[in-house]
């Protein structure tokens, strides 16, 4: 892939115009909004982009709405240097780097929030979360003008979250999820992996542990949904430093609760552990 160094923009106004002029050629947008410390997972999203677009934009902002008022905002990694040299290397050629007053300009009071699908799973344990992603994602939106936009799968509440808004708004943009990527033993990759302790890191690999072992149960036949989550708690609950937040199975498209694996679900975990909190989840293809 060639090098390019992309334009660094930190304006939304700026942003637009570039993106009218964009459009105006017929030229495709793609956006990828990420948190910034990026890694592989974000990267494949870059490339996955790259290929569905003539220009590809990625937006690090570390949006302080869909964090808690106990989580992590102040000591979220931010490394925007190194993000650009690791964007650049794809061939990406906007980067998206606004700050907070321009995202959320004071006396801003519009929110977006998407009820019902955001009610259970990650959703009672991070209040408020999902209403910050949306309005974000919605400002984003707003700002690049994309034609395309890519999320992770690896947050699969949140991809089927930003579906629900684009399709109740009809805001026209194609949302495309990329699969998880994984460190060599499993542990899906996360910004937040960085936190963990030799111990806790090593621990860490029995959310992806337990969610394969019940993969394998499923395609072997088994149908009962909650044998499945309740052997993948047992799995990570032999860990010291780890904590069950819920372990569930979901109809992979409404994520509506599953008792028997009679469709496409979705195997879906978030533990604490060592006092960094992890999610993981699998999709449970239909088996004839
Ligand atoms: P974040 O910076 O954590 O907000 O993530 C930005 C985007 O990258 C989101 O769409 C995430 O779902 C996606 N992402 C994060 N980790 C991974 C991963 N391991 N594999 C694929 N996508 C990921």
Redesign the pocket.
Known sequence: MSRTEPRIVERVDELQRWADRERAAGRRIAL???????????L??ARLARGLADRVVAS?FV?PT?FGPTEDLECYPRELDADVERLAAIGVEVVFAPSLEEIYPPGDSTWIEVEGLTDGMCGPFRPGHFRGVTTVVARLFHAAKPHVA???????Q??QVVRRMVRDLRLDVEIVG?????EADGL?????NAYLSPEGRSQARALCAGLLEARALAQAGERDAGYLAELVRERIEKEPLAEVQYVEVRDAATLEPVERLNRRAVLAVAAVVDGTRLIDNLVLEETP
């Open positions: 990828v909004p990420t948190m910034g410390a990026l890694h592989e997972g974000h494949s999203l690090i949006n869909q890519v999320f992770g799968e690896k947050d699969y949140q991809l990329g699969p998880t990527v994984r899906a990759m996360s910004s937040r």
